[in-house]
């Protein structure tokens, strides 16, 4: 596994950069039930690595995860949140990245990452196993 970048805060805990792929199609929405830990039903997500953009993260992420292709990615949101399913490397602190994205390719995702994949309607969503950070984002989003 490649390092994360992060940052350390003034009280001393470590900051984690993450990014999240909001990919829609035809009113649905892809998600996976993960794998790793944290686990739960959540969009292609993962830490930005020491050195990469946010871009440059999404992009490998949903390459790694899914084996899509990213087209175009649009932010849309930038937050810092304390989660209390701590990521593998034991860190709250994340500042996300969400995008909307458009992509290309044939789903095939990693089955180290990944248990399931498959497309959502909100409606299917809001009856998963969320995991809470990102139930969190796609009721921001008014998504569900
Ligand atoms: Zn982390």
Not at 8 to 35: Q, W
Not at 69 to 85: C, F, G, M, P
Not at 101 to 107: A, Q
Request: net charge negative.
């Amino acid at each position: 596994m490649s390092s994360a970048k992060f940052e350390t805060l003034k009280n001393g805990e470590l900051l984690h950069f993450s990014v999240g792929a909001l990919i829609e199609k035809d009113g649905k929405f892809l998600l996976i039930d993960r794998n790793l830990h944290p686990f739960g039903f959540a969009c292609v997500a993962g830490h930005v690595d020491e050195g990469e953009s946010p871009e440059v993260a999404l992009e490998r992420e949903v390459r790694e995860e899914c084996g899509l292709i990213v087209e175009s990615a649009k932010l849309v949101v930038e937050e810092e949140v304390t989660q209390k399913n701590k990521c593998t490397y034991g860190v709250e602190q994340h500042k996300w990245f969400v995008f909307s994205c458009t992509v290309s390719g044939d789903l095939k995702t990693n089955e180290r990452e990944v248990k399931s994949s498959g497309w959502y309607t909100p409606t299917e969503i809001k009856e998963l196993k969320v995991e809470p950070v990102w139930k969190y984002w796609l009721q921001k989003l008014a998504i569900i």
